[in-house]
Nanobody, 123 residues
Framework: QVQLVESGGGQVQVGGSLTLSCAVSGYTLPIYAVGWFRQAPGKEREFVARINTSGGRTYYADSVNGRFTISRDNAKNTVYLQMSNLKLEDTAVYYC????????????????WGQGTQITVSS
C-alpha cells in the first residue's frame, strides 16, 4: 500500500516562503510521477506542480510558475515543494499525490493521495 505523508505546512505572511515535504513509501510498482494539488475553501481541487520520477521533468500551474519549485530526493523517497513569494490566494490544503501511469497524470486522477497539510498565508 503506497503511503504519502506530507509535512511542513503552517502559517506564513504574504511574501514569505515555506517548504512542503512528501515522503513516499510502500510502492511495489514504479511511480510515474508525484504531484502537488491544493484545495481552497469553497473551491475545487487544482493542480499545482508535478515531477516525473524518471528524468525529473517538472510541470507547474501558471499561478505558481516562477514562485514554486518541485524537487525530489530519491535516496529519501521524498518530494519537496518549495514555495516563495507566497500570496493570500495560495492559502489552501495542499495534497501530495502519486501516479502510476501517464494516464493518471493526464486525467489528474492520481492513484494515491496524502492526508493534506494546511497552508495559510496572512497579510
Amino acid at each position: 500500500q503506497v503511503q504519502l505523508v506530507e509535512s511542513g505546512g503552517g502559517q506564513v505572511q504574504v511574501g514569505g516562503s515555506l517548504t512542503l515535504s512528501c515522503a513516499v513509501s510502500g510502492y511495489t510498482l514504479p511511480i510515474y510521477a508525484v504531484g502537488w494539488f491544493r484545495q481552497a475553501p469553497g473551491k475545487e481541487r487544482e493542480f499545482v506542480a508535478r515531477i516525473n520520477t524518471s528524468g525529473g521533468r517538472t510541470y507547474y500551474a501558471d499561478s505558481v510558475n516562477g514562485r514554486f519549485t518541485i524537487s525530489r530526493d530519491n535516496a529519501k523517497n521524498t518530494v519537496y515543494l518549495q514555495m516563495s513569494n507566497l500570496k493570500l490566494e495560495d492559502t489552501a490544503v495542499y495534497y501530495c499525490s502519486a501516479a502510476e501511469s501517464f494516464r493518471a497524470v493526464s486525467s489528474e486522477n492520481y492513484d494515491y493521495w496524502g492526508q493534506g497539510t494546511q497552508i495559510t498565508v496572512s497579510s
